[in-house]
């Protein structure tokens, strides 16, 4: 692992001109240039009222970590001056639930839950799937060559030509309708859309064209092709990919949590590369972790991975080598375990129970937020998957900032050239390993277990991880709200 200042590490993420450094615009790049990705550097302003409108499918009671980083910005926004009101979807179809998020949400905050029609009741219908069932994308996406079902096909068809940009489209008018009932308030001066979904753009640009209000599309991922999105063609893509460019141009300003998200939407709206481009990462909040009790440990080394796991994303790399751990050196089986938080797809499920490693797996259901962390804080090891392709280079998931904040050291399977790979080599935060590379992730098993067995496998540095503190990111938000109301 490769050793390096953490003010160093936020500037990989951040790209020139991080956090405190006070550099100025640049006007509008040439196609060449990279997005000027500059976070707000001011301090917020405390005038009498500013509210801030945050267009956002998952809020609590969703559950999963999509929630994460609008109810961060809600829970810390008020201490920079800004009160949020949210516009959410009323009944919404949420893959999975976390009432217990709800408590984070500030006393006083307004929420405003509009009418959505989603089309997976019809889905599951189709399919003969149970109506208890709430779906994800582990259900819609699969691994090349899994077999589907005549109906299951017919309905992915339905989705990828018909409901653009995603499934929530339903929702456009009524979200429309409840956001201009919010913006007549003269306090509320700036909207924040949150996506994916992407409907969420579609209804801040419906906003900001009929309210005239300044207008902020934050992206947690891109759009057209990216990991998880229906993969379209002809007319279908090119209204997708039309949208897309809609939300980039017309937008006030464009924030993205990584550097590659900004460049792949830019590849294909190169008109769009100007000033308005800002980078905001995503996070951890320490305040989870407070008073959180470890789950029991058992005494053996314990790789764990929290979150979903589907299509593309298994950890195949991962088991070939411990498969290869394990020729060489049979007691490691004894003294390792590994564990699984979260929704697994099912032919993943069975496959890791039926395997020869079945013994040394553990996997739990979805589970609240801080359960998931009391598992989270009681492994050795965190362990990230992110498949090897080009859209994937500018990933670097909400789940990463987690395990920094639990201050675990990562075991990651991305692409080595990625923006994830880079943050974990600049904090000096664990291993990198290009997925299929069975060698390499042999090596980094066999060094992890070697520092276990020595007592040498410690907790990450605190003031490493530390300027990805939700609060200090939702500083820098606030910053940019002021700069966008400002007219600046």
Known sequence: MVGSRAAEATASVLGPGGPGSGRAGTGRLKSSARPDLRPATGEASLPDTKKVLFVAYYFPPAGGSGVQRVLKFVRYLPEFG???????????????????????????????????????????????????????????????????????RFSEWVRRTFFIPDARVGWTPFGVAAGLRILADPQVRVVVSSAPPYTTHV??????????????????????DWVSAPRRRGLPRRLDVALEGLVVRKATRVVTVTRGVAEDLLSRHPEARDARWRLIPNGFDAADFADVVPRPRDGRLTLIYTGSLYGARRPTTLL??????????????????????????????????????????????????????????????????????PTNRGIVTGKLFEYLGARRPVLAFAPPDGDAASLIRDLDAGWVVRPG????????????????????????ATERVQPFERRELTRQLAALLDEVVGGR
């Open 203 to 224: 209804i801040g640009l419906g906003l900001h064209e009929l309210s005239g209000k300044p207008w902020v599309a934050d992206f947690r991922d891109s759009w057209v």
């Open 437 to 460: 590379d069975v060698a390499a992730a042999t090596r980094a098993l066999e060094e992890i277990y070697n520092r276990w067995k020595r007592g040498a496998l410690r907790p990450l």
């Open 320 to 389: 070939k080598a411990l498969r290869e751990v394990a020729a060489r050196n049979p007691e490691v089986l004894s003294e390792l375990k590994l564990v699984f938080v979260g929704r697994i797809a099912e032919a993943l499920r069975e496959e890791l129970l039926s395997s020869s490693l079945s013994g040394i797996v553990e996997i739990h259901e979805y589970v609240p937020h801080r359960e998931s962390l009391a598992y989270l804080l009681a492994a050795d090891v965190a362990l990230l998957f992110i498949d090897d392709t």
């Open 82 to 152: 800004w009160q949020p009101v949210v516009l959410t979807a009323r009944n919404a179809d949420y893959p999975t639930l976390d009432p217990t998020l709800s408590a984070e949400v500030p006393p006083g905050v307004q929420v405003v839950r509009s009418p959505i029609v989603e089309p997976y009741a019809l889905y599951r219908r189709l399919t003969g799937r149970e109506a208890v069932q709430h779906l994800d994308v582990a259900v819609l996406s699969r691994p090349e060559g899994e077999k589907q079902k005549l109906a299951e």
